[in-house]
């Protein structure tokens, strides 16, 4: 069997590659928050599962998922949530690589 070769480059590759992220609710106080649901992120969409199972979601970007998921569970008490970027390099002042984007 032949290897296959690429011309890009692997910077090229992983700069196509899809952003992964969590969407994160606050509830209560603020003092307690879990995650909802976990995605990805193309340039053109973003796809969102929860993690309770049961709820897949397609949107335009994970800022608009985060708004769904903000209104949809606000019944049940959820004060704010934030999509919080995973495995990325993120300034020495953000702990253990992720970068919250509250909007």
Do not use: N
Request: with cysteine; net charge negative; hydrophobic share 35%.
């Amino acid at each position: 069997m032949g290897r296959r070769t690429s011309s890009r480059s692997p910077d090229s590759t992983f700069a196509d590659a899809p952003r992964l992220f969590a969407i994160v609710e606050e509830y209560g106080e603020a003092e307690d928050a879990r995650v909802a649901g976990y995605g990805l992120a193309y340039p053109d969409r973003a796809e969102v599962g929860s993690v309770e199972g049961g709820f897949r979601l397609s949107s335009e970007s994970a800022e608009s998922a985060r708004m769904v998921f903000e209104i949809s569970s606000r019944s049940a008490g959820t004060r704010r949530a934030h999509v919080v970027w995973l495995g990325e390099t993120a300034a020495p002042s953000v702990a253990g690589g992720m970068e919250i984007c509250d909007r």
